[in-house]
């Protein structure tokens, strides 16, 4: 039984920057809005990946397979004559962890919410606070265009948690994520830097009255982009993240996480106020342990 529950801590640490990563590979987040606009979105995704984890624990072919159906709404509005956004994201998910423990096979399930995303950016530079005809006239005169945006990402603790398990689809903690974006617009093409960190305050109901601390981790991603006309684009990600090793009750688990990650994104309009996205998201892990994973995701959304 110590075994089976190094097997799940093992399995749970490296995964804990893996959503921030996914999260973050996310291309078009500094997009030019029409003021005052409203979107709705519906997505689905699935991930599977390959768990590594330190031989000395006999652990062999860990695996996971998650399902997530998630709704998001965004509104746009004027603040301080610049234009802004605030997005809200909730996800549905159901997984399922395995591996072999001493050549046995051994798995958990989960079902149930997970945490609450909440965003809040700005552009500082560009991207003029525009509606209407005013919005459609600067983005039909305008072929070259910097913009450069600060948001705030905040991972609320709403998600299902219980401190008697070591996986669980909610993290019982807030994480508070700054990012920084430069996007150049030029024609069809666009490119899109940004960097983002995590701070996570400490779980001290981590599991049986322990307590889980993690280090700032830290991604840095890139974006191209190109239009074939309005709503029709396809965009190339890449991205990398590291840091957030973990701790409990102030003891270093040694698991320092480098996640390769990679991306290709499809917008696909329906009319001037529909759309579909379908994406893949894909990460590697540069440690000795950690997870390789792969993510497929339809998302439809709509403005109003």
């Known amino acids: 039984m110590n075994r089976l529950a190094r097997l799940f801590k093992a399995t749970l640490l490296p995964l804990l920057a893996l959503p921030c990563l996914a999260q973050d590979i996310e291309p078009r987040r500094w997009s030019h809005l029409p003021i005052g606009a409203n979107f709705g979105g519906l997505g689905y995704a699935y991930s599977s990946g390959d768990i590594t984890l330190n031989p000395v624990l006999r652990i062999e072919d860990g695996q996971f397979d998650l399902d997530t159906a998630a709704v998001q709404y965004i509104h746009s509005f004027e603040l301080f004559g610049k234009s802004a956004r605030f997005d809200l994201t909730q996800a549905y998910q159901s997984g399922t962890w395995e591996g072999l423990l ?24 560009g991207a003029p606070p525009l509606a209407g005809e005013e919005f459609a006239a600067y983005n039909a005169a305008t072929s070259c265009e910097n913009i450069v945006g600060v948001g705030l990402l905040m991972r609320l603790p709403t998600g299902e948690y219980f401190d008697d398990k070591l996986i669980n689809l909610g ?39 322990k307590s889980l601390e993690e280090d700032p981790y830290f991604v840095g991603q890139a974006h191209v982009s190109y239009t074939f006309r309005p709503g029709l684009w396809l965009t190339a990600s890449t991205g990398y993240g590291l840091g957030g090793e973990s701790s409990v009750n102030s003891v270093p688990a040694d698991d320092p996480k480098g996640n390769f990650g990679w991306g290709l994104s499809l917008g696909i309009p329906i009319n001037r106020a529909m759309g579909f996205k379908l994406s893949y998201i894909g990460t590697r892990t540069q440690e000795d342990t950690g997870a390789d994973t792969d993510t497929f995701s339809l998302g439809f959304s709509m403005m109003w």
């Not at 903690?173 to 996570?200: C, D, I, M």
Request: net charge negative; hydrophobic share 35%.
């Open 102 to 125: 001493d050549g046995v096979p051994t798995s958990v399930d989960r079902e149930g919410w997970a945490d609450t995303y909440l965003r809040f950016a700005v552009n500082l530079i």
């Open 171 to 209: 993290g019982n903690r807030y994480t508070f994520t700054p990012q920084f974006g430069w996007v150049h617009n030029q024609g069809k093409w666009s490119t899109e830097l940004s960097g983002s960190v995590t701070f996570a305050t400490d779980n001290d109901e981590f599991f049986r009255g």
